[in-house]
């Protein structure tokens, strides 16, 4: 079978990584940019990231590597990729409008995919006279190491666009999870919480970022704390996808952004690529020390996991994707240290909703009301596995 020819458009960290994984897995690629300097920084990072990869033996040779991708500031140059990847910015007009130039140039078999986090596919396939061949590869940064890839189909999306672009992304060894076109598709809707209400906690009073983030990584097992991670990620593009996701559902109370995230964000504290976040990464200035209290870290640490967990059931309540999709994202997508509807099971579903209900008697918020299938699944006895 014939080697697809795969185009990628933007020549950022994303669009630069996914380049990466269709040529080691001896693809050709083109990687467009209408930035003449984006394409010259792609391919230095490039080069030497595929020749530390061929000292530490992970390829045979960095130049074969290398060689298979064009690199080129022509969108015209995809008229013969049988699938162009599109990575750049998140905005719904300018993405429109790019798929509608792309249907000009590629031909009609060609898949339309776009890399968004968060955006309606359904809307950018909308924007083309050939719908069914649009559909969402949401890769995470960065794309190389991180193992999961969300496929999301459009309501106007066919079951040959899917397969067959389920089927490439599962051949460059990526772990594929199958989501609705639905606001957050799995990952950034069910880890709307590990922020979300680590930003309340702070915002009550009851802890600082550091004993939060102690929490959950010291008692909770998870990689990085809530601040820690919005710092890495950046505090705007966070901030951002989460106004995308609460206006995008109905302005909902479960994912309210926060105003400390807020201003952050206004004050340019950004994170580790500004100097300044929930931390301070100046040269010199020592990081604030954690309040180690066993009493007071697991009740930050059940108090966040009850509401990753509502939310992950809600995921499955609404169909957004199966019960072992859901679970699969988490681990994979975000380095959770249990899919959370597994961890369900072993707490107990009874607890759960037992300490749901708790929080939404004391705050009378919609923010903590207990999912219907949970509720179901309680009262029938049921477990996810």
Same mark, same amino acid.
């Given at each position: 079978?014939?080697?697809?020819? *795969?185009?990628?458009?933007?020549?950022?960290? !994303?669009?630069?990584?996914?380049?990466?994984? /269709? +040529?080691?897995?001896?693809?050709?690629?083109?990687?467009?940019?209408?930035?003449?300097? /984006?394409?010259?920084?792609?391919?230095?990072?490039?080069?030497?990231? #595929?020749?530390?990869?061929?000292?530490?033996?992970?390829?045979?040779?960095?130049?074969?590597?290398?060689?298979? $991708?064009?690199?080129?500031?022509?969108?015209?140059?995809?008229?013969?990729?049988?699938? *162009?990847?599109?990575?750049?910015?998140?905005?719904?007009?300018?993405?429109?409008?790019?798929?509608?130039?792309?249907?000009?140039?590629?031909? +009609?078999?060609? $898949?339309?995919?776009?890399?968004?986090?968060? @955006?309606?596919? +359904?809307?950018?396939?909308?924007?083309?006279?050939?719908?069914?061949?649009?559909?969402?590869?949401?890769?995470?940064?960065?794309?190389?190491?991180?193992?999961?890839?969300?496929?999301?189909?459009?309501?106007?999306?066919?079951?040959?666009?899917?397969?067959?672009?389920?089927?490439?992304?599962?051949?460059?060894?990526?772990?594929?999870?199958?989501?609705? &076109?639905?606001?957050?598709?799995? *990952?950034?809707? *069910?880890?709307?919480?590990?922020?979300?209400?680590?930003?309340?906690?702070?915002?009550?009073? #009851?802890?600082?970022?550091?004993?939060?983030?102690?929490?959950?990584?010291? @008692?909770?097992?998870?990689?990085?704390?809530?601040?820690?991670? !919005?710092?890495?990620?950046?505090?705007?593009?966070?901030?951002?996808?989460?106004?995308?996701?609460?206006?995008?559902?109905?302005?909902?109370?479960?994912?309210?952004?926060?105003?400390?995230?807020?201003?952050?964000?206004?004050?340019?504290?950004?994170?580790?690529?500004?100097?300044?976040?929930?931390?301070?990464?100046?040269?010199?200035?020592?990081?604030? +020390?954690?309040?180690? &209290?066993?009493?007071?870290?697991?009740? $930050?640490? &059940?108090?966040?996991?009850?509401?990753?967990?509502?939310?992950?059931?809600?995921?499955?309540?609404?169909?957004?994707?199966?019960?072992?999709? $859901?679970?699969?994202? !988490?681990?994979?997508?975000?380095?959770?240290?249990?899919?959370?509807?597994?961890?369900?099971?072993?707490?107990?579903? &009874?607890?759960?909703?037992?300490?749901?209900?708790? !929080?939404?008697?004391?705050?009378?918020?919609?923010?903590?009301?207990?999912?219907?299938?949970?509720?179901?699944?309680?009262?029938?006895?049921?477990?996810?596995?």
């Amino acid at each position: 079978m014939k080697k697809q020819i *795969v185009g990628v458009l933007g020549a950022g960290s !994303m669009g630069a990584g996914i380049a990466q994984i /269709a +040529a080691v897995e001896t693809h050709q690629v083109l990687l467009v940019d209408l930035n003449a300097d /984006a394409l010259e920084n792609a391919k230095t990072s490039l080069t030497k990231v #595929l020749s530390r990869l061929e000292e530490k033996g992970r390829i045979s040779s960095a130049d074969e590597v290398i060689n298979r $991708i064009t690199f080129s500031q022509k969108i015209t140059d995809f008229s013969h990729c049988d699938i *162009v990847i599109e990575a750049i910015i998140e905005n719904i007009e300018v993405k429109q409008k790019v798929f509608t130039s792309l249907e000009g140039i590629v031909s +009609a078999n060609c $898949i339309l995919a776009s890399n968004t986090s968060s @955006l309606s596919i +359904a809307a950018i396939a909308s924007a083309c006279s050939m719908p069914e061949r649009v559909i969402g590869i949401h890769f995470f940064n960065p794309a190389p190491l991180m193992p999961l890839v969300e496929i999301i189909p459009a309501v106007q999306t066919s079951e040959e666009t899917k397969n067959t672009a389920r089927e490439l992304i599962d051949g460059w060894k990526k772990v594929t999870v199958l989501t609705k &076109d639905t606001p957050g598709f799995i *990952v950034n809707r *069910v880890a709307r919480p590990f922020y979300g209400e680590a930003l309340r906690i702070y915002e009550e009073g #009851l802890a600082d970022f550091a004993t939060i983030d102690w929490a959950m990584t010291e @008692l909770g097992g998870f990689k990085m704390g809530p601040f820690t991670l !919005m710092d890495y990620i950046g505090n705007d593009v966070n901030y951002t996808v989460t106004e995308t996701v609460f206006a995008a559902f109905y302005y909902d109370p479960r994912y309210k952004p926060s105003f400390t995230q807020k201003r952050h964000s206004e004050a340019g504290w950004f994170g580790r690529k500004s100097g300044r976040g929930y931390y301070n990464y100046a040269e010199g200035v020592e990081q604030p +020390a954690p309040k180690k &209290d066993t009493v007071l870290g697991n009740q $930050i640490f &059940d108090r966040i996991l009850m509401m990753l967990i509502n939310e992950a059931i809600d995921a499955l309540f609404l169909n957004i994707a199966t019960k072992e999709d $859901i679970d699969l994202a !988490m681990t994979k997508g975000v380095n959770y240290p249990k899919g959370l509807l597994a961890w369900a099971d072993e707490i107990g579903l &009874d607890k759960v909703l037992s300490q749901l209900e708790n !929080m939404f008697k004391e705050y009378g918020e919609d923010r903590y009301r207990p999912s219907p299938l949970l509720r179901r699944m309680v009262r029938d006895g049921k477990t996810f596995y």
